[in-house]
């Protein structure tokens, strides 16, 4: 029996992976996480209220730059980036037959606003919210307070990529119509 050249033998695996190479690259394929954040919102400052969590900040300012956006100042930025009311809220959300919590939810919110230098509003204050449910069972509180703790980063970090989600659609032209909308509406409240 003859003998198959080595490169008969790689032959599938090499267009196997040019194949998904080619499909990754058409379906515009980005990792998980990260948000095309529009590169009109340059320079960006991020407003944090000293009441929210240091992490929960610098996550959103590590996605945004991950995302390519620059950070600069509030003085310096052409756009701010406000993050008030900053709630995390641990309620029953099930109870046992001996009247104990069999069952928590977790809800975490954050106000965010997007302004201009000028402080034309291109979003309004809107409120996000994340949230999530766990069990709870008495017999392993230790372990179910790490759970409880883990479950409160994810939470921080799914509202720090709704407030990038939030950015994704402030293209150039819409900046622009915003700014415009707000400069007419102000003219027609100051007219007599």
């Known amino acids: 029996m003859p003998s198959v050249p080595p490169l008969l ?4 695996l090499l ?9 990754l690259a058409g ?3 980005q990792l998980r996480g990260t948000s095309p954040v ?6 960006l400052a991020v407003d944090c209220s000293t009441s929210l969590p240091g992490r929960f900040c610098q996550s959103i300012r590590d996605q945004l730059t991950l995302g390519g956006i620059e950070l600069k100042e509030s003085a310096e930025a052409n756009y701010i980036l406000r993050l008030r009311d ?5 309620r029953a959300s099930a109870i046992t037959a001996q009247a104990a919590a069999a069952e928590y939810r977790l809800r975490h919110t954050v106000t965010i606003e997007l302004l201009t230098a000028e402080r034309a509003p291109l979003i309004a204050a809107t409120s996000l919210t994340a949230s999530e449910t766990y069990r709870y069972d008495e017999t ?3 372990a ?5 703790d883990d479950l409160r980063e994810q939470l921080d970090d799914r509202l720090a990529q709704q407030v990038i989600f939030r950015l994704t659609p402030m293209s150039q032209e819409r900046i622009n119509t915003l700014i415009q909308a707000h ?7 100051e007219q007599p």
């Open 9 to 12: 033998k790689t032959l599938p």
């Open 15 to 23: 267009l196997l992976a040019v194949l998904t190479t080619a499909v």
């Open 27 to 29: 379906c515009s394929f």
């Open 38 to 43: 529009p590169a009109a919102l340059q320079p």
């Open 86 to 90: 900053y709630n995390q809220d641990r």
């Open 140 to 142: 392993s509180v230790l």
């Open 144 to 148: 179910k307070q790490r759970e409880e």
């Open 183 to 189: 400069s007419n509406s102000k003219e027609q409240t």
